[in-house]
């Protein structure tokens, strides 16, 4: 559970919403009006206007046509999210999150743009077309006349008719080429549901966002734990957790925290080399060390997390994971190494750093992750940071304290807990007590909670604080005693 990763937070847009209007639409289509907290299905025969500040997101095989009173148009492809704000009155502008929109601008109209989380496109009487993965990666295809690209570093370039270019979250735009695309017909999605769950990992972190994704999720969930209890300082905290599958090779964990002044939470994203067997633990009992000398059938390829209190965030960002064999003879295994693993915090003066997943504090190559090992490291500043640690409880009690100073004088701390229902911290004598009065390792772990605070220099003084119980992470076979 420390690997409870982050994220994006998307740039957005505005849209004319005074004469934009839903004209058409195919299949599930959610609108969530400006200031809503929840999302409500738009009704096919409905002719609905848009709003400043309202936000749609399309479903598997579901489009939506956008009329508005100049003529122009727009269409979104299945898979794809997008928000709406107000026009300033020479310009309009829509802003994607993620998936494809493509546009046909009257000429004579007002400016019009499309923003992304790495571009941003400006033009007058063009039809074309703009798509954004869930990694922030743009791409501007022109089918008439002729559109002003740009990316997050400040390059532009005019991309003409027939023409296309890329546009690498937080890297430099390709140069404009002849474009080998025909004109999408904008009824499939720019990429698999895979992306589409990655990309609400780091771009969903509102209270709002966050309430209505679980009530969504939760009717679906494959396991599911609800339970109040008693937190480090005293607190009482109502738990909710769940797990799903947004894919055939995914699943997801998610926990709500809500106590009486405040509301925490972790989504952490599980990407699998191969479609998952229905029973779960069949996959993680291996995804992390296999014993034996024959290479497991499922793994993990990619791990995305955050933890957030809705303001500040931590996020962890690992992919290009494989599985290799140690070579052993006394221990033969194959232990998960991931390509890179990365680190991210942010308070909200960095919410957007590193296409939304915050500032990099350390990253990884080629990580062992059972042993704890790595080709190279490196750090925020360049030199490894001050650590400091402590047993604050005593040696004998599951309460640990770390902190990371950096070069720059940034700093991160985490402490950890393991508790039981009622608040005590557990002691290494408890599990001897408890199996003593006859209770089972098992019975003695579903009375147990985790607690991580993470504090930092750049939350001004606020707190990320997380409690997930024992119960939920061992029936979904992510915790487990040998």
Not at 99 to 115: A, D, I, L, N, P
Not at 123 to 136: E, H, K, L, Q
Not at 388 to 403: A, E
Request: negative net charge.
């Amino acid at each position: 559970m420390r690997y409870l990763f982050l994220l994006i937070l998307l740039s957005f847009l505005c849209v004319s919403t005074e004469a934009a209007y839903i004209y058409g639409l195919r299949g599930e289509v959610d609108l969530k009006k400006a200031g809503a907290a929840d999302w409500a299905r738009v009704g096919g025969d409905e002719k609905t206007k848009l709003q400043p500040g309202d936000e749609l997101r399309t479903a598997r095989a579901s489009t939506i046509e956008i009329y508005m009173d100049d003529g122009t148009r727009i269409k979104v492809a299945p898979l794809s999210a997008f928000k709406m704000s107000e026009e300033d009155g020479e310009k309009v502008s829509l802003g994607l999150y993620f998936g494809r929109v493509r546009s046909w601008v009257k000429k004579f109209s007002k400016k019009f743009e499309v923003r992304t989380p790495s571009a941003v496109c400006a033009v007058r009487g063009t039809d074309f077309m703009v798509s954004s993965d869930a990694d922030g990666n743009s791409r501007v295809e022109v089918y008439e006349g002729s559109v002003l690209a740009g990316d997050s570093k400040g390059n532009s370039a005019l991309v003409r008719e027939g023409q296309a270019t890329d546009i690498p979250a937080g890297g430099k735009m390709k140069d404009p080429g002849q474009n080998p695309n025909q004109p999408s017909d904008m009824n499939s999605s720019v990429g698999d549901s895979r992306q589409v769950a990655r990309a609400e990992i780091y771009s969903e972190i509102s209270k709002e966002d966050v309430l209505s994704r679980a009530q969504e999720e939760m009717k679906a969930s494959e396991y599911q734990n609800r339970k109040v209890a008693i937190d480090a300082f005293g607190n009482r905290v109502r738990m909710e957790e769940y797990t799903i599958r947004p894919a055939a090779n995914q699943f997801k964990y998610v926990v709500l925290n809500t106590r009486e002044s405040r509301f925490d939470f972790g989504k952490i994203l599980f990407t699998f080399n191969a479609a998952l067997p229905d029973d779960l633990s069949q996959a993680t009992a291996s995804m992390i060390t296999s014993p034996g000398a024959a290479a497991p059938a499922w793994y993990l390829t990619e791990m995305n997390s955050v933890m957030s209190n809705t303001t500040d965030k931590v996020t962890e960002d690992a992919f290009g994971g494989t599985m290799v064999y140690n070579g052993s003879l006394s221990d033969p295994r194959y232990n998960l190494i991931f390509g890179d693993y990365k680190f991210y915090a942010a308070g909200p003066a960095e919410a957007n750093d590193n296409g939304g997943l915050g500032k990099l504090m350390w990253a990884k190559t080629n990580y062992n992750v059972p042993n704890n090992t790595h080709a190279s490291i490196t750090y925020l500043g360049g030199t490894a940071p001050t650590l400091t640690g402590s047993l604050p409880s005593g040696s004998d009690v599951f309460h640990s304290y770390s902190k990371n100073t950096y070069s720059d004088g940034t700093w991160i701390a985490a402490e950890d807990w393991v508790l039981f229902n009622d608040g005590d911290t557990l002691s290494t004598g408890d599990f001897n007590r408890g199996l003593g009065e006859g209770n089972t390792v098992d019975a003695v772990t579903d009375k147990l909670n985790f607690q991580r605070v993470y504090t930092s220099s750049l939350f001004g003084g606020r707190t990320i604080d997380l409690m997930y119980s024992a119960k939920l992470l061992k029936e979904a076979g992510l915790l487990r005693f040998e």
